[in-house]
């Protein structure tokens, strides 16, 4: 069976006016309200202000020597 998700608002007398030629007409179904909330959209950035605030996070880090001294701690 499908599902059917649609906005709409109730009336002030309390009913939902569901949309037209519904699969579900002259079946018994379950619903579930809730309020319809705004997404919050992440701000876009652009490359330029993403490398100026991550630019030179790891630098002079050696990758060779991190492993070097992990695996002799390790295998001490």
Do not use: C, D, H
């Not at 018994?28 to 605030?53: C, G, L, W, Y």
């Amino acid at each position: 069976m499908g599902v059917l998700k649609f906005t709409t608002k109730i009336s002030g007398n309390g009913t939902i006016q569901l949309p037209k030629n519904s699969a579900f007409a002259n079946k018994e179904v379950e619903i579930i309200i809730m309020p319809k909330t705004k997404q919050n959209r992440a701000k876009s950035s652009k490359a330029t202000e993403f490398v100026q605030k991550w630019g030179g996070f790891l630098t002079n880090v050696n990758p060779e020597e991190s492993k070097y001294n992990y695996l002799s701690e390790k295998y001490r």
